[in-house]
């Protein structure tokens, strides 16, 4: 870890494991998380949302780990893009309108 590519590496590691335990959070218990005062899940479909936030928060450590040392993960870096990806998709799937709503 040298510089600045490795210090936004680990920063995005830990940015993105906070993101997977609060994706955990909500897919596991099927609710907001406490200290999560932004309502935009709809109720009933917090753990949908929450399984997208763990698909995105492995992305982001993938991301990170391949910043802190580029050499040793350099296909990292795609597998988290795509994970990002995913996520992304997974979220607009599940939370498109709906035609009764």
Known sequence: MSG???AVGLLLL????MVIV???????????PPW????????????WFGAALMVIGVGGV???ASHIDA????????VGIGLFLVGGLFVIVVFR???SE
């Open 22 to 32: 609060q994706g955990a959070w909500m897919a596991f218990r099927g609710k907001r």
């Open 62 to 64: 993938l991301q990170g």
């Open 71 to 78: 050499a040793a993960f350099s296909s990292l870096g795609i």
């Open 14 to 17: 830990l940015v993105a494991a």
């Open 36 to 47: 999560m005062r932004y309502q935009y899940p709809p109720a009933g479909r917090e753990r």
């Open 97 to 99: 309108p709906r035609p």
């Open 4 to 6: 600045l590519p490795g």
